[in-house]
């Protein structure tokens, strides 16, 4: 299994190997992923700038729990290149690319160096690793410490280990008793496995399975090699102790703060379920995720083309292959021992004189064993086939998927020898070339499809697109071209500032930008420090309230954006004059109309002074346990009868006033069905601060505005 390959021989191709997938990696890593998610700017805003600024930890609640390892990493990039494709997705995209050696040095301590590189140059190509190495989030840092830490450890497996002899000092009464003991060579290996499975629990939660991959390898060589078994105990003692103590910290510190990892509880549901007697999801699960290299896959568009498999048909052949393969190398051991023993069918025979090396027996266990652990938490967990989720089983699936092509190479060799009569000399040379062959076939089959896939056909998705905030990324790339443009409304919906960060991380201008962001389901910005509104609008694609009000501007906008004017002459049309109300914030009510037909309230508003607002930190999504992150700022619109009991209400501020500056308007809408058989007498609007409950006086000293609405009206 050690024969050339290819550059198989040839550290040199390694390293072009590395530099391919390290190109492949950060080649156009501005445009695709097509713009930011939330989950990216989370993660570096946020968690990584807390780190930044001083504020350590091994555990962040944030965003529903995150380990510390990644975010340090990031803090350092974004201190170097700022926040933009570097300082945010560089680290992903260089943790990416050294998967690919450690796959490929580790697929070489199992199967041999044809092995190990067609399994890297797999994984380079492959469109489920390009996804997580272009990407600004910590799930790529796991497979780095997993494969340093499996390369350490099979190496202090394969150090050979000597026995002490009995040694008699001079002048003792006592001789030193014979024992095993490690080369501190092989001693070292099992100390590098334990630091990596150790800091390995920092990186994402999918890591706490690579230690019971050990384990159970470890119960295997107890329980059917004990003779390595006895040589190796102190070592893999050692290396369980040494991962037990670097991770102490980190659970003590979930000890404390349970609920941080709601994000655990989230996404096992289908585990939680069968637990409470309801076993179907997880059966389904586990019928989906063992699917997913060939007719099934994740189905989150955030990354993947939805149900899209990790393999096209010729690879699911060769995977397929490969698990046959690994299964009969691990069983074949066991069926020669049947056999030897008298016990098994004649069929038996070929197996006992072609049994394999125990230590490739043994590797092929470990392979199994890593796939299924590796897998698992797409069974118990949703979505089902998780990419994410399964990360942990990715190396292993392309080892899996190489693993059949030598053995497949020269079976098929030999095969034709027979059947032509060749020379065992044309017999050879087909040994090399159809491996070689076959190895060229599946790399093909994966870059053929996996790269289209990946830089162009997933990237132009119209829910990748608006998941990734493409049209905001377009957008700044027309604002970029058009310095004239200063003071605009931007539609959005407005869940969370993620927008607006967006905007401002593609934006390269010496002039200002000043947008002012508004939902445009239950708003419209009127004017912008009193003149007329320009309004990029149109996306995302909802059901727009104002729409009338939009004049179309000559020529082409940005992505899905539309540029228009809003057409209102004097005060919004059907509104009640002689209410201009300022509260004490700056605020003011310009005017207000009840419609009872339609049963809305529309509320026209104007910033009169610089808006005092409490302060709003940069808070993830979701918040950490205990911390509030709604707005601070809102709108209550009430109606009551005629002896002022509450009928109905319905609070909300659709504009982020945080965007907004002296002379800016803008128009929302409240929707207030009434009860059946009740009647409205008067119509109450005002501000409040949603986190204390404290209403906003008027200037005059109100805590709301009144608006009489007649009866039958």
Sequence with gaps: MNGRFGLAGSRWGLVLLTLLAFGLRV????????GWRDDELIEALVISQKALDGDLAVYYPDASGHEALYHLAAAGLLAIFGPGALGIRLLSAILGTLTVPL??????RLF????GWLAAAGLALSF??????RFGIRHISTPVFMLAAFYAFWRGLEKPHRLLKPRRFPRARFVLRARFVPQPAGFGYFLLAGLGL??????????RGVPLILLAFGLYLALFERPLFRRCWRGLAIMFLLA????????LTLGQQPESEARVNEVGRPLLEALDGNVGPLLENTVRTLNMVHSDGDDEWLYNIPFRPVFGPVGAFFFWSGLAVAAWYALRPSLRAVYKAGRGPAFLARTARQAPSPALSRAAVFLLLWWLAGITPGFLSVPAASLSHTILAQPAIYILAALPVLPLGRWLAGRSQRLAGHSQGLAGQRGRLLPAGLGLLLLASIAWRDLPDYFREWPNRGMTRFLYRADVKELAHYLNERPELVNFGVTSLL???????ALELDLDRPAPVRPRWYNPERAILLAVEGAPALNFHGYPVVETLYEPFYVPVPGEAAGGYRLSLVNVSGEPPGERAGLRVCFRNGLCSLAATYDPEGQTLALAWEVGRPLELPPVPLISNPPPPGVYAGPRLVVFAQLVDA????????????????????????LQQHRLPLPAGRQPAAALFGLYDPLTGERILTEDGRDHVRLEVEIGE
Excluded at 128 to 133: I, R, V
């Design 27 to 34: 080649w156009r890593l501005d445009e695709v992923p097509p």
């Design 112 to 115: 041999g160096r044809p092995v």
């Design 128 to 133: 489920w690793s390009l996804m997580y190495s």
């Design 244 to 251: 037990a103590g670097l991770a102490l910290p980190l659970a």
């Design 495 to 501: 869940a969370g500032p993620w927008d607006k960060l």
């Design 643 to 666: 002896a002022g009991n509450f009928l109905v209400g319905d609070d909300g501020l659709w504009v982020d006033v945080t965007s907004l500056y002296p002379g800016d308007r803008f």
């Design 103 to 108: 796959t490929a040095q580790v697929a070489t």
């Design 198 to 207: 150790g800091v390995g629990f920092y990186t994402y939660f999918a890591s």
